[in-house]
């Protein structure tokens, strides 16, 4: 899944409207902005083989540390206690944070074919395969997607033209991406998969630049 983790990124604004929109891309998405750099650096390992599944040439071998259930509760009480402490948050905040962390899993196990691992040690593998139907990965990836940037835009409204224009560019964006992997060639190689993948920090570093230029709805009466 891709973009219907942004979508609950999005959404998570009506949840906790204090945190930046760059902030829940890092949550919804923590385990993608790691798994590039555990791929190279040798401790995961995934292969490209087109025809794997109807979505994706991808599949992933080994990657616990970054996508099992229990590295990404790890790793979602970790990211939400710093931010809580750092940010001075409350809480209620934190669990949040934590929870979008851990809902990366569940939408990868909705999509995947049965390589999500429980643990870090090898165990059950779960999926439930959308990813064999292109049409209904993209329907309902869509859907996540539509329903999670219309909630952003009800909490939120914008400053200035920054705050309208770069939104709507960051949602074009992700959306034609999204079709492009969807439709377009097998990647050329795994590395190139794993350095491409460090470009999401420039989505992260968008979603900061939106939120920046927009105000929550209530400050103006919405």
């Known amino acids: 899944m891709f973009i219907g983790h942004f979508g609950v990124a999005f959404a998570a604004k009506k949840l906790v409207p204090r945190a930046s929109l760059g902030t829940l891309f890092i949550a919804a ?4 902005l790691l798994w590039p750099a555990f791929v ?41 206690a710093a931010y ?7 809480v209620a905040v934190a669990v949040t ?35 064999s139907s292109v049409a209904g990965t993209v329907a309902i990836e869509t859907a996540l997607f539509a329903a999670g940037v219309a909630l952003y835009m009800k909490t939120t409204r914008p400053q200035d033209r920054i705050g309208s224009r770069a939104l709507a560019a960051l949602v074009i964006f992700l959306f034609v991406v999204y079709l492009a992997n969807v439709f377009g060639p097998p990647p050329p190689s ?17 979603g900061y630049w939106v939120d920046a230029h927009r105000q ?7």
């Open 84 to 90: 809580a402490v750092l940010r001075r948050r409350p």
């Open 190 to 206: 795994v590395t190139a998969v794993a350095w491409s993948g460090f470009a999401m920090w420039l989505l992260v570093a968008w």
């Open 216 to 222: 929550l709805a209530l400050r103006l009466g919405g």
């Open 29 to 32: 998405q923590l385990a993608d």
């Open 40 to 80: 190279l650096l040798g401790i995961e390992r995934f292969e490209i083989k087109p025809g794997y599944t109807a979505v994706t040439p991808l599949e992933f071998v080994h990657y616990p540390y970054s996508h099992s259930l229990l590295a990404m509760a790890f790793w979602g009480v970790a990211f939400a």
């Open 97 to 131: 944070l934590a929870a979008l962390v851990l809902s990366h899993w569940l939408l990868d196990v909705l999509t995947h074919a049965p390589d999500m691992p429980l643990t870090l040690w090898g165990g059950p593998m779960l999926g439930l395969g959308l990813w």
